[in-house]
T-cell receptor, first 112, second 112 residues
Framework: QQQVKQSPQSLIVQKGGISIINCAYE??????FPWYQQFPGKGPALLIA?????SEKKEGRFTISFNKSAKQFSLHIMDSQPGDSATYFC???????????FGGGTRVLVKP | DGGITQSPKYLFRKEGQNVTLSCEQN?????MYWYRQDPGQGLRLIYY???????QKGDIAEGYSVSREKKESFPLTVTSAQKNPTAFYLC???????????FGPGTRLTVL
């Protein structure tokens, strides 16, 4: 059972544009929602994370929007740069288990 | 330097052989995790350990084994029972009671 669904699988954006990646979850016990960035051949790196008590969190050009009632959260990459070209994964976990359940990933290509 | 190291970076195995992947961390984290990543897919949890001498199966534990004899080490053995072992293997660690996980650089295993 896939508990975190991520879309789209890939997207192409022009330099300076906005990249938007969406995730939906099923388990209402989830209370921690991180986003990871992965470059080819490397391990994922934590980018930004949010908890359900806030609806939005911003760090630099990266923003997470969270909709608890819809059980959805999204990553917005503002002013996208070629260096942002990578695969992005959303994930979710709950405090008790500490296990992360990952979405399927989105490959982002930023064209110069 | 603090961090998570995985070795080797590339590993080749003949069918029917067991192979052990190394994961070491000097971040003083209590919890450690092993994930498997297949091309174009998300990460799937194999095993995790929240304390020395204890570990739990993840979603795809069949054909794998682990040990946690030291806090800083969490080796993964891919046994001959694993039918499709070719994949990218990622180790992660985190503080028990916190959700953040930090990943190592990965080991790419290829079965010849």
């Amino acid at each position: 059972q896939q508990q975190v669904k991520q879309s789209p699988q890939s997207l192409i954006v022009q330099k300076g544009g906005i990249s938007i990646i969406n995730c939906a979850y099923e388990n209402t016990a989830f209370d921690y929602f991180p986003w990871y960035q992965q470059f080819p051949g490397k391990g994922p790196a934590l980018l930004i994370a949010i908890r359900p008590d806030v609806s939005e969190k911003k760090e630099g050009r990266f923003t997470i929007s969270f909709n608890k009632s819809a059980k959805q959260f999204s990553l917005h990459i503002m002013d996208s740069q070629p260096g942002d070209s990578a695969t992005y994964f959303c994930a979710a976990s709950w405090a008790a288990g500490n296990k992360l359940t990952f979405g399927g990933g989105t490959r982002v290509l930023v064209k110069p | 330097d603090g961090g998570i190291t995985q070795s080797p970076k590339y590993l080749f195995r003949k069918e029917g052989q067991n192979v052990t992947l190394s994961c070491e961390q000097n971040l003083n984290h209590d919890a450690m995790y092993w994930y498997r990543q297949d091309p174009g897919q998300g990460l799937r949890l194999i095993y995790y350990s929240q304390i020395v001498n204890d570990f739990q199966k993840g979603d795809i534990a069949e054909g794998y084994s682990v040990s946690r004899e030291k806090k800083e080490s969490f080796p993964l053995t891919v046994t001959s029972a694993q039918k499709n072992p070719t994949a990218f293997y990622l180790c992660a660690s985190g503080d028990a009671g916190f959700n953040e996980q930090f990943f190592g650089p990965g080991t790419r295993l290829t079965v010849l």
